[in-house]
């Protein structure tokens, strides 16, 4: 999939490919970010989504296609357009040896940055990802969250045009994404551009105005959550759980709705109109049912399948 | 959460005003590797230069007066004065191969603190270059610095001469930690370097003229030994501070040298197909 590329672009990739020993990771990538927006890259575990930033950020060369990052092409000229970067890594690699103060004015120090304006920002920086009185903690110290937002603080040392974020929020409390997402946009509404991975699909409603749907290193979907909501699937969705459900889907899924997915002890009944439907389930009184609001979630599934990747 | 309130709006809206454009960069990035090296170890200076220090003093003490007492006057000097050349040597060896082992290799693959760095402008040759001259050159000073003063303390050597030990400490210093570089780049895990020591540090140790002269070893064992770098190491440093003249000091620093180059410019290549790949 490729979509065509706006002149305000901050990012531009084409094309992309990359294998591991002769295993495909990323099989002809290609999308382009504007200026200001955030962007997601969705998809199961192992969908290429980490090695395509990578790829963007010029830390992994790629096989064949190309990039372009902050008008500089990568990796050519990687290491100039990082001065424009920020970097979330999937993994935290916050430096151990040192404070939180130290871990931010030593990255400061890596883009050339004195020490001293390096130290006048720090205030802000720690104000900004909450914290404010962590200044003198050791990174041991540090609670899952408070590392991720240190590490969101250290991307913003060099005040980059945009950020990439490699699963910014997996494996925090609600409280922690919560927070999270409040402090992206705010960086949204400051103007960054911010270009992140999820597997969350509320994460990526909630900020994304666009995402990129991944699997098996194909981008198979690339436009905003809205419109792949009413291009790619029904409005409604039933979901029917409880003792008999299988002999329900059996007699009336097919009928009652235009697509039914059994998983487990529940039925998932998309449809354009849930009426009739329920209407069935009234000689079933075992049987609940929850009627929602198709999301993001469901054109994911469908796209990607159940199935448990590892 | 407690912290919500004292959330402010995200600092400089500007984008890459901070970020020194990157033309305006004429800097020396490894630079940036070595201070960060630096400040870790300002850290924990004391007990490190104690260490820098009493080290060298025990082997000197113990073995020099100790053993010395046995010996006869070795190439014509006191064994205390031979050895302390040796130990010179040996010591500097030992601190560089230290940091550009057990500790560079920390940073590359258990605290990851290298692919930090590669998240800014930073390329894979600044970091390792970076690892090369601080584990080469600033801690084999360190520790050449302490045994030197050590020799003067025991007046093993006076005047100003030895000071010009100095530059070949860090010859020295920059031959082992490009070696080293090679076996943290590879390795796995910590174990290769218990072997790098048993197969390759200490055998060099014993051959290269450190305890006893060379020429006292067998014929074939002395050829090998002349293409171990320490040997020329040890050429220069003994003859400098026994103020003898050095025989073949542009053959001996040029050895020195290319291990250093052609092993960092060796560890440059594998880090980056370990880390970019
Ligand atoms: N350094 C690597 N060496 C070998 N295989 C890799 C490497 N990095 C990623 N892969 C493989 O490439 C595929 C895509 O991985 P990745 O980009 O990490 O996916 P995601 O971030 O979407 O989970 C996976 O099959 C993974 O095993
Ligand atoms: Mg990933």
Same mark, same amino acid.
């Given at each position: 999939?490729t979509?065509?590329?706006?002149?305000?672009?901050?990012?531009?990739v084409r094309e992309l490919r990359k294998s591991y020993?002769g295993?495909p990771a990323v099989r002809g990538v290609g999308?382009? @970010? $504007?200026?200001?927006?955030? &962007?997601?890259? /969705? +998809?199961?575990?192992?969908?290429g %989504?980490?090695t395509t =930033?990578?790829c963007c950020?010029?830390?992994t060369a790629p096989d064949s296609g190309t990039v372009?990052?902050?008008?500089?092409p990568v990796p050519q000229?990687?290491?100039?357009?990082?001065?424009?970067?920020?970097?979330?890594?999937?993994?935290?690699?916050?430096?151990?040896?040192?404070?939180?103060?130290?871990?931010?004015?030593?990255?400061?120090?890596?883009?050339?940055?004195?020490?001293?304006?390096?130290?006048?920002? @720090? $205030?802000?920086?720690?104000? &900004?990802?909450? /914290? +404010?009185?962590?200044?003198?903690? %050791?990174?041991?110290? =540090?609670?899952?969250?408070?590392?991720?937002?240190?590490?969101?603080?250290?991307?913003?040392?060099?005040?980059?045009?945009?950020?990439?974020?490699?699963?910014?929020?997996?494996?925090?409390?609600?409280?922690?994404?919560?927070?999270?997402?409040?402090?992206?946009?705010?960086?949204?509404?400051?103007?960054?551009?911010?270009?992140?991975?999820?597997?969350?699909?509320?994460?990526?409603?909630?900020?994304?105005?666009? @995402?990129?749907?991944?699997?098996?290193g194909e981008?198979?979907?690339?436009?905003?959550?809205?419109?792949?909501?009413?291009?790619?699937?029904?409005?409604?969705?039933?979901?029917?759980?409880?003792?008999?459900?299988?002999?329900?889907?059996?007699?009336?899924?097919?009928?009652?709705?235009?697509?039914?997915?059994?998983?487990?002890?529940?039925?998932?009944?998309?449809?354009?109109?849930?009426?009739?439907?329920?209407?069935?389930?009234?000689?079933?009184?075992?049987?609940?049912?929850?009627?929602?609001?198709?999301?993001?979630?469901?054109?994911?599934?469908?796209?990607?399948?159940?199935?448990?990747?590892? | 959460?407690?912290?919500?309130?004292?959330?402010?709006?995200?600092?400089?809206?500007?984008?890459?005003?901070?970020?020194?454009?990157?033309?305006?960069?004429?800097?020396?990035?490894?630079?940036?590797?070595?201070?960060?090296?630096?400040?870790?170890?300002?850290?924990?200076?004391?007990?490190?230069?104690?260490?820098?220090?009493?080290?060298?003093?025990?082997?000197?003490?113990?073995?020099?007066?100790?053993?010395?007492?046995?010996?006869?006057?070795?190439?014509?000097?006191?064994?205390?004065?031979?050895?302390?050349?040796?130990?010179?040597?040996?010591?500097?060896?030992?601190?560089?191969?230290?940091?550009?082992?057990?500790?560079?290799?920390?940073?590359?693959?258990?605290?990851?603190?290298?692919?930090?760095?590669?998240?800014?402008?930073?390329?894979?040759?600044?970091?390792?270059?970076?690892?090369?001259?601080?584990?080469?050159?600033?801690?084999?000073?360190?520790?050449?610095?302490?045994?030197?003063?050590?020799?003067?303390?025991?007046?093993?050597?006076?005047?100003?001469?030895?000071?010009?030990?100095?530059?070949?400490?860090?010859?020295?210093?920059?031959?082992?930690?490009?070696?080293?570089?090679?076996?943290?780049?590879?390795?796995?895990?910590?174990?290769?370097?218990?072997?790098?020591?048993?197969?390759?540090?200490?055998?060099?140790?014993?051959?290269?003229?450190?305890?006893?002269?060379?020429?006292?070893?067998?014929?074939?064992?002395?050829?090998?030994?002349?293409?171990?770098?320490?040997?020329?190491?040890?050429?220069?440093?003994?003859?400098?501070?026994?103020?003898?003249?050095?025989?073949?000091?542009?053959?001996?620093?040029?050895?020195?040298?290319?291990?250093?180059?052609?092993?960092?410019?060796?560890?440059?290549?594998?880090?980056?197909?370990?880390?970019?790949?």
């Open positions: 999939m979509d065509p590329v706006p002149t305000a672009a901050v990012l531009a020993g295993v999308f382009a @970010v $504007p200026a200001g927006e955030c &962007f997601g890259l /969705l +998809g199961p575990n192992g969908a %989504k980490t =930033l990578r950020l010029g830390l372009e990052l902050a008008g500089l000229a990687a290491r100039e357009a990082r001065y424009r970067v920020g970097v979330v890594p999937q993994f935290d690699n916050l430096d151990p040896d040192f404070t939180v103060t130290e871990n931010l004015v030593i990255f400061a120090r890596y883009f050339g940055i004195p020490a001293a304006q390096a130290r006048a920002n @720090v $205030p802000k920086l720690l104000e &900004f990802a909450g /914290l +404010g009185d962590k200044a003198t903690a %050791k990174i041991d110290a =540090l609670s899952g969250g408070m590392k991720r937002r240190l590490t969101i603080a250290r991307s913003l040392v060099n005040d980059p045009q945009v950020i990439f974020m490699d699963e910014p929020t997996t494996g925090l409390d609600p409280q922690a994404r919560h927070l999270v997402w409040d402090r992206l946009k705010s960086l949204l509404n400051a103007g960054k551009t911010l270009i992140l991975t999820t597997h969350f699909m509320d994460e990526a409603e909630r900020l994304c105005q666009r @995402v990129g749907i991944m699997d098996r981008l198979i979907a690339l436009d905003s959550p809205r419109n792949l909501i009413e291009r790619e699937i029904e409005p409604q969705v039933v979901e029917i759980y409880g003792d008999g459900v299988r002999d329900w889907a059996a007699a009336f899924g097919r009928t009652a709705s235009s697509r039914i997915e059994v998983a487990g002890e529940t039925a998932f009944c998309y449809a354009h109109d849930a009426t009739a439907l329920l209407a069935t389930l009234d000689g079933w009184p075992r049987l609940r049912a929850l009627k929602r609001a198709a999301n993001l979630e469901d054109v994911f599934i469908k796209l990607t399948g159940r199935d448990i990747r590892d | 959460m407690t912290d919500r309130s004292a959330l402010q709006p995200m600092p400089g809206a500007s984008g890459g005003t901070l970020g020194v454009a990157p033309d305006a960069q004429a800097r020396f990035r490894p630079l940036q590797v070595i201070g960060r090296n630096f400040l870790v170890w300002r850290k924990l200076m004391f007990s490190s230069l104690v260490g820098n220090l009493v080290d060298p003093l025990i082997f000197l003490v113990g073995l020099g007066y100790g053993l010395g007492a046995f010996l006869p006057a070795l190439d014509g000097v006191p064994y205390l004065n031979f050895l302390a050349a040796g130990m010179l040597c040996y010591s500097t060896m030992n601190s560089a191969s230290f940091e550009a082992l057990w500790s560079a290799y920390s940073r590359l693959a258990v605290q990851r603190t290298w692919e930090g760095i590669l998240h800014a402008p930073m390329t894979v040759r600044d970091v390792v270059l970076g690892e090369w001259l601080w584990a080469g050159a600033c801690k084999a000073l360190l520790s050449g610095v302490a045994i030197l003063l050590v020799m003067y303390g025991l007046g093993v050597v006076d005047g100003l001469r030895p000071l010009t030990v100095l530059p070949v400490v860090v010859l020295i210093g920059l031959c082992f930690s490009g070696i080293a570089l090679v076996v943290t780049t590879l390795a796995r895990s910590y174990d290769s370097f218990t072997y790098y020591f048993t197969l390759v540090i200490t055998p060099m140790m014993f051959l290269s003229g450190v305890f006893f002269p060379r020429n006292s070893l067998p014929e074939a064992i002395r050829l090998v030994a002349r293409v171990l770098p320490l040997s020329h190491g040890v050429d220069l440093v003994r003859g400098i501070t026994l103020g003898r003249p050095l025989e073949h000091p542009l053959l001996n620093i040029a050895v020195l040298l290319g291990y250093g180059l052609l092993g960092v410019a060796l560890a440059i290549r594998i880090a980056r197909r370990r880390l970019t790949k």
